[in-house]
């Protein structure tokens, strides 16, 4: 079946430091990648859209600057949080799901990220 | 720009009933997608249903189906036989056809659901 991991599940890093996340895809090829962060107040932002081959796609609000993600294959992605404050706690989601308009996506558990 | 919207905060109900959560969504385009999903205490989101909008009769998975009334921008899930494992946070979305390939999903803001026993 198709599982999408993501690794850490929970992380703390201190105001001003950055840390990666990482997303994988097991069983399908994950030919797009969304990355969300759900506030703790439940609701859920787009970070950015990543399609294999393609531009990362960065919604507004986010920039490349502070959340670099990489693509670099049909299985594997990363995002970074650079220079993490407060307001970028919350759960990091990863969605991936394979080309074309009905395929599904399927979630990872998220990385929480606690900031100090 | 696309919308989805939850009005039910949150709702309780007794074990084995059934239960109805509701969803509307704005959209632009003449085609696409909605779906549920429920977010586990421990926060993994799991797929349940889906909608296709060109299709018209309601999708039905297990205990789970959609009541979905296109003229009204409404799809509702619909729970029945709840049993306790169903307590979660269930979020109704919407992917447009403009984003279907890259799999840009709007999210509501989720009904929290609590089954007793």
């Known amino acids: 079946g198709a599982l999408v991991y993501q690794y850490p599940r929970r992380t703390i890093c201190k105001s001003g430091t950055s840390m990666r996340m990482e997303c994988q895809a097991v069983?399908?090829?994950?030919?797009?990648v969304a990355w969300y962060r759900q506030s703790p107040q439940k609701t859920f932002e787009l970070i950015a859209l990543s399609t294999v081959n393609s531009a990362i796609k960065y919604e507004q609000n986010f920039t490349q600057e502070k959340f670099p993600i990489s693509h670099p294959n049909l299985s594997f992605s990363s995002m970074t949080v650079l220079n993490a404050y407060l307001e970028d706690r919350g759960l990091y989601l990863c969605?991936?799901?394979?080309?074309?308009?009905?395929?599904?996506?399927?979630f990872g558990p998220g990385t929480r990220l606690t900031v100090l | 720009a696309q919308k989805v919207t939850q009005t039910q905060t949150s709702i309780s109900v007794m074990e084995k009933t059934t239960v109805t959560m509701d969803c509307v969504y704005e959209?632009?385009?003449?085609?696409?997608?909605l779906f549920w999903y429920k977010q586990t205490a421990s926060g993994e989101i799991v797929f349940l249903i889906r909608?296709?909008?060109?299709?018209?009769e309601n999708a039905t998975v297990g205990h789970y189906s959609l009541n979905f009334q296109k003229p009204k921008s409404s799809i509702g899930l619909i729970i029945t036989a709840t049993q306790i494992e169903d307590s979660a946070v269930y979020f109704c979305?919407?992917?447009?056809?403009?984003?279907?390939?890259?799999?840009?999903?709007?999210f509501g803001h989720g009904t929290i659901l609590r089954v007793h026993p």
């Open positions: 979305a919407m992917r447009e056809v403009a984003g279907a390939n890259t799999g840009k999903l709007t």
């Open positions: 909608q296709d909008s060109y299709k018209k």
């Open positions: 969605g991936a799901k394979t080309g074309g308009a009905r395929a599904e996506q399927f």
């Open positions: 959209t632009q385009d003449s085609s696409y997608f």
């Open positions: 069983g399908f090829q994950a030919t797009s």
